[in-house]
């Protein structure tokens, strides 16, 4: 079955560092992958997206690659800021019958420190 | 106006009553869904509508019985449910489902529902 794993629970990092989050998937070949941040309480807000015939992604201070061949996308954030605190879920779309559907990782929670 | 309404934002019910959960968007998106998520879950889809017709249902128990009455609102009909189903119920709308790599979701803020 599909399975999507995002690389650890939790993320510690120091203010101004560069996060770097993880999201491997395996029995899947997704036509997309985007990454959503998550507020307590919140429902997902949609950050970037990324389609298969593309390796990488920039929007501000955010990266996205994605590596069909390792089934794993890479998610930094770079001179990160305590307001970077959030869980990011990475989720991966592919066509079903009648269009496409998307499914969610289980998310890392970052914490920057200041 | 980029923002979808869910409501009520808490609901507490007990096993043997009957509420709804409603939610909104006037963004002209074509495709709606909801969502379940527990604590430290990712969101797991429930059901989708594309053009107000049911398209996806994730083998959903009966118990949650989903509606949408127009293309700019979605309804989860709850009855009999269990305390298992208690989590965030999160609406979500895109464009238009079939459009695929412009398949960006925007997330209602949820409702937290407690069922005793």
């Known amino acids: 079955s599909q399975k999507i794993e995002q690389n650890s629970e939790a993320l510690n990092i120091q203010e101004g560092k560069t996060a770097t989050l993880t999201c491997n998937y395996t029995?899947?070949?997704?036509?997309?992958l985007q990454w959503y941040r998550q507020d307590p309480g919140r429902g997902p807000v949609f950050l970037l997206l990324i389609r298969e015939n593309e390796k990488e992604k920039r929007k501000e201070r955010l990266k996205v690659t994605f590596d069909t061949t390792l089934k794993q996308s890479l998610f930094h954030i770079t001179a990160s800021q305590p307001a970077d605190s959030a869980t990011y879920l990475c989720?991966?779309?592919?066509?079903?019958?009648?269009?496409?559907?998307?499914?969610f990782g289980a998310g890392t929670r970052l914490f920057v420190k200041a | 106006d980029t923002e979808v309404t869910q409501t009520p934002k808490h609901l507490v019910m007990g096993m043997t009553n009957k509420k709804s959960l409603k939610c909104e968007q006037h963004?002209?998106?074509?495709?709606m869904y909801w969502y379940k998520q527990k604590a430290k879950k990712p969101p797991e889809l429930m059901f989708v509508y594309s053009y107000e017709k049911l398209s996806i249902n994730e083998s959903v128990p009966s118990r949650f019985s989903p509606e949408c009455p127009n293309s700019s609102l979605l309804n989860l009909h709850l009855h009999a449910l269990q305390p298992e189903d208690s989590a965030l119920y999160l609406c979500?709308?895109?464009?238009?489902?079939?459009?695929?790599?412009?398949?960006?979701?925007?997330f209602g803020p949820g409702t937290r529902l407690t069922v005793l």
């Open positions: 963004m002209g998106h074509r495709a």
């Open positions: 979500a709308s895109s464009q238009d489902r079939a459009s695929g790599p412009y398949n960006e979701q925007f």
């Open positions: 029995n899947y070949s997704p036509a997309y």
């Open positions: 989720a991966l779309g592919g066509r079903y019958t009648g269009g496409f559907k998307t499914i």
